[in-house]
Every structure is written in C-alpha cells, then in structure tokens.
C-alpha cells in the first residue's frame, strides 16, 4: 500500500504542475521533490488520523463492526509504524494457514505488543483477539482497537464470565465471521519462559470443530528497549495445524501444543 501510496503523490505532484508548473521553474530540482514527498507525508498523515478517528468514534456499549475498510487501516499503519520503530519480522510457516476456513490461533504471550505483530504477520485471516478485560481500563484506545476487530474480553478469574467469552468465540468461528486468536497460556510471560496451557481455552477449536494454528513469538519485549536505538527482530514462526474435533480431549491438545511451542522456542532462542 505504500507503493500505492507513492504512486498517487506522484500523480499530486504531476497534476500540480498543471496551475503551478513545478517542473519549469529554475528551482524544479529541488521544489519537485519536496512536493512529493510533502504529498507522501501527506497521505500517511491522513491514514493515521482517518484510523485514530475510527478508534475513538468506538462505541463499546454496541456490538462491533468489523469492517474491510478498519481492517485497511490498520494493516497499513502496522506497514507503516514497525519499519519506523526499527522493528523487523521474521515469519516461517505462513503458507500452512487455512485461506478458506476460519481457524483458531494460539501463540505464546510475551508483551502486550504481541497482538500488533501478529496482525502484521497475519494481516488477511480475519483474526479476533480474546483480551484480558483489564486492557480497557490500561490501554483504553486500543481497547477500543479490539472490540472493532470484534475482539472479545475475558474475565480469567471468572470461570463463569470465561465461559461466556468462548462460547462467543466458538460462534465467530462456527458463523465464519473471523477466526479467532489466544494466548493459552492466560498470562505474560515475565520471564519468557513459556508457561502451563489453560486448556480450556482450546473449547474453542473442539465446539466448533476447526483448526488450530499453533505458533511461536519472540522478540516483542525488546522493542520498548531497543526503540529507535537499534533495530529489533521478532520471529514469528507458524508451527503446525491440528486437526479437531468435538470428542479430542482438552488436556492432550495442551499438552501437544506446549510441546511443540517450547521446543521451537528454545530452538529460537539458540539463534541469538
């Protein structure tokens, strides 16, 4: 989009020259490319509030629309801003992702920035994100983000409210509305350590018998460090896809998935 991005400031600038005729002033070397890339600047700008402007309109109190065109939005900014922040992403396996069914994702959770890499590196499957309800009071703007992407909260420490919530997410998938995505471990990692899967998460992918796409993140903590300074590089790997169904245990499911996680982990870390 960026590439699309440069072209139509170069028509700006093209048809500029029209009333102003840039191009035959002495001065033209160096107007003509100010123009452009004033025009470029222009054009992210505009994006970046057109985005902003979608986010706080956000109504909670109503169901969300999850639209094309949000979607748009925030696939560019994430093209954009990662570059900017000197962040690199580094994604293997992504050609094992369903492109014609809805699908559950489960990753390991290392920063609250993990979301917005897994956006970037999966920008076309529809994913909606299960949150812990206790991003809207800390990060309320992206909150909002969330729920327009038809994001669900859950209460961890409410098995009743948790219930709730992946009884909805199995909807989303059963109605091929999104696919869905978690962090089955329930909680960040401080220590990077991968830690015990909540099992009953995975009821998401055996009620409404779809896949599940395992992957690995790692490198998300160092962007807060490394910003700006240096660059970071995050490695998103796509592991496997299981196979599900309503009779598969929960517990053999974790137990499979964590395995594989922490062996591709550690397989990460001794790149470093």
């Known amino acids: 989009m960026l590439k699309i991005y440069a072209v139509i400031a170069a028509v700006i600038t093209l048809?500029?020259?029209i009333p102003l005729e840039l191009f035959k002033q002495?001065?033209?070397?160096?107007?003509v490319p100010v123009v452009l890339i004033a025009s470029f600047v222009a054009l992210i700008i505009l994006h970046i509030a057109v985005l902003a402007i979608s986010i706080l309109t956000v109504n909670l109190n109503k169901p969300p629309r999850d639209t094309n065109f949000f979607r748009f939005l925030v696939k560019v900014f994430?093209?954009?801003a990662l570059p900017i922040l000197r962040v690199k992403v580094h994604v293997t396996g992504i050609d094992k992702i369903p492109?014609?069914?809805?699908?559950?994702l489960v990753c390991n959770h290392i920063h609250d920035l993990d979301p917005a890499i897994i956006y970037y590196a999966v920008p076309n499957s529809r994913l909606a994100f299960i949150a812990k309800r206790e991003v809207r009071d800390l990060y309320p703007f992206i909150y909002k983000a969330l729920h327009k992407l038809n994001?669900?909260?859950?209460?961890?420490?409410?098995n009743r409210e948790a219930a709730k919530t992946i009884i909805n997410a199995t909807k989303l998938i059963k109605e091929k509305t999104n696919s869905v995505a978690i962090f089955p471990e329930?909680?960040?990692s401080l220590s990077g350590e991968l830690l015990p899967i909540r099992n009953g998460a995975l009821k998401i992918a055996t009620k409404s018998q779809s896949k599940i796409v395992v992957c690995t993140l790692w490198g998300t903590k160092e962007i807060p460090k490394n910003l700006l300074r240096r660059k970071t590089d995050i490695y998103f790997d796509v592991l496997e896809i299981i196979e599900t169904s309503d009779n598969k245990h929960t517990v053999e499911l974790?137990?499979?998935?964590?395995?594989?996680?922490d062996v591709n982990l550690r397989k990460v870390k001794e790149k470093e």
């Open 15 to 17: 048809l500029l020259d």
């Open 26 to 31: 002495e001065y033209s070397w160096w107007l």
């Open 78 to 80: 994430l093209q954009i």
């Open 99 to 104: 492109e014609d069914e809805p699908f559950l």
């Open 151 to 158: 994001g669900l909260p859950i209460d961890r420490e409410n």
């Open 186 to 188: 329930g909680y960040v």
């Open 254 to 261: 974790g137990d499979h998935i964590h395995e594989i996680m």
